[in-house]
């Protein structure tokens, strides 16, 4: 049974015993037997490369019945499952705590399956206060802006704000950094 599940998946994959044995890892003589029905059962690495490569399903390779190959639905839910375990142990390599790792694990997988909506939730948001506060902010005038600085950083009144321009523009005072970002504040 074995020997006739492999001629119709060759077939189907158009290919030869010799890509076939490439893609399951596996010396060509090894494919030959099981082309021939000298093999009775497959190593667990075998089926997993049929799985994962050719996207064959599990269940056609143990009886030979119902589709032989994966659908749609089950190849984009193979990936995301795949992408989960990705983020999961490329978060767990790091040392973070639990909320760190959750957000990284997130923001692998969502740039796994490159969902972009999904990572852009991750980012913090300003309520409309601060982002009306922020907005009026970088519209107001310079000495405005260098005076809102100073009341909320507890400045004296007449005291400088100096403004330090580089790669990542910083607003300091009193050798302090107060804001980093591009460009002046």
């Known amino acids: 049974m074995l020997s006739e599940l492999f001629k119709l998946l060759m077939k189907e994959c158009g290919l030869t015993q010799k890509a076939l044995a490439e893609v399951m890892g596996v010396p060509l003589q090894r494919v030959k037997h099981l082309a021939a029905g000298n093999v009775q059962k497959l190593t667990r690495e075998e089926t997993e490369a049929l799985i994962v490569k050719l ?20 190849l984009e839910f193979n990936r ?27 923001i692998l997988y969502f740039a796994e399956v490159e969902d972009y909506a999904g990572l852009i939730g991750l980012l913090p948001s300003l309520s409309p206060d601060e982002q009306m506060l922020l907005d009026r ?7 405005l802006r260098d005076a809102a600085l100073r009341v909320l950083l507890g400045g004296e009144p007449g005291g400088q704000v100096q403004h330090v321009t580089g790669n990542r523009g910083q607003v300091t005072q ?3 950094i107060i804001n980093k970002g591009k460009g002046k504040a």
């Open 174 to 176: 009193s050798g302090k």
């Open 80 to 106: 995301r499952l795949g992408a989960v375990r990705i983020a999961s142990e490329k978060a767990g390599g790091a040392q973070l705590n639990r909320e760190q790792s959750r957000l990284l694990q997130e």
């Open 55 to 74: 996207h064959v399903r599990a269940d056609w390779l143990a009886t030979g019945e119902g589709p032989m190959l994966q659908s749609p639905k089950e």
């Open 137 to 143: 902010y970088r519209a107001s005038p310079q000495p």
